[in-house]
């Protein structure tokens, strides 16, 4: 069922962006994707050992990781194409829209783990990834337009997430 609902979710974000994505100025948007993948490569290296979530392993995709791996490559460039490139002007519709896309990944993780495809842990919930999800999608635009100061409050968050959940990073290697 994983599978199907994977590729599902992956064909969806890549029709998406085909219909609605700014192709054009794929360029602009480019190192907002690569920052949400590298804030994505920070949160799988620091939980390594006490992970808050994480894609659970079926038949084709073994475990977490490749999972992850190929949301990073396939997911996550397609999203941001549409959500970066049809980005409203209006105050108002900016919080819309900012509410449409949390909601809507956060839904997809709710369908994930109603099918056992996605876990919580360390009393991680779906309230928690939906306040995560409005704070992903407003540090995308933030760094999109100030990226300095995205990756300094990123790195607020990431601490405060840590000690927040307690991840013992001291077990690192």
């Given at each position: 069922?994983?599978?199907?609902f994977?590729?599902?979710?992956?064909?969806?974000?890549?029709?998406?962006?085909?219909?609605?994505?700014?192709?054009?100025?794929?360029?602009?948007?480019?190192?907002?994707?690569?920052?949400?993948?590298?804030?994505?490569?920070?949160?799988?290296?620091?939980?390594?050992?006490?992970?808050?979530?994480?894609?659970?392993?079926?038949?084709?995709?073994?475990n977490?990781t490749i999972?992850?791996?190929?949301?990073?490559?396939?997911?996550?460039?397609?999203?941001?194409?549409?959500?970066?490139?049809?980005?409203?002007?209006?105050?108002?519709?900016?919080?819309?829209?900012?509410?449409?896309?949390?909601?809507?990944?956060?839904?997809?993780?709710?369908?994930?783990?109603q099918?056992?495809?996605?876990?919580?842990?360390?009393?991680?919930?779906i309230?928690?990834?939906?306040?995560?999800?409005?704070?992903?999608?407003?540090?995308?635009?933030?760094?999109?337009?100030?990226?300095?100061?995205?990756?300094?409050?990123?790195?607020?968050?990431?601490?405060?997430?840590?000690?927040l959940?307690?991840?013992?990073?001291?077990?690192?290697k």
């Amino acid at each position: 069922m994983f599978l199907v609902f994977a590729l599902t979710v992956l064909v969806i974000d890549v029709l998406l962006a085909w219909k609605w994505g700014d192709w054009t100025n794929w360029k602009k948007y480019e190192s907002s994707i690569l920052y949400l993948i590298s804030c994505d490569l920070a949160y799988n290296f620091l939980t390594y050992h006490r992970p808050l979530w994480e894609h659970s392993p079926t038949l084709l995709v073994q475990n977490h990781t490749i999972m992850n791996f190929v949301v990073m490559l396939v997911a996550y460039p397609s999203v941001l194409l549409v959500y970066l490139g049809r980005y409203p002007s209006k105050v108002q519709d900016q919080m819309v829209w900012v509410c449409f896309w949390a909601i809507f990944w956060t839904l997809f993780e709710w369908i994930s783990i109603q099918l056992g495809e996605f876990k919580h842990f360390a009393s991680w919930n779906i309230v928690h990834s939906l306040l995560f999800n409005f704070a992903l999608f407003t540090m995308v635009r933030l760094h999109y337009k100030k990226s300095l100061l995205a990756y300094y409050l990123s790195i607020i968050i990431a601490i405060s997430l840590l000690i927040l959940f307690q991840i013992p990073v001291t077990s690192m290697k």
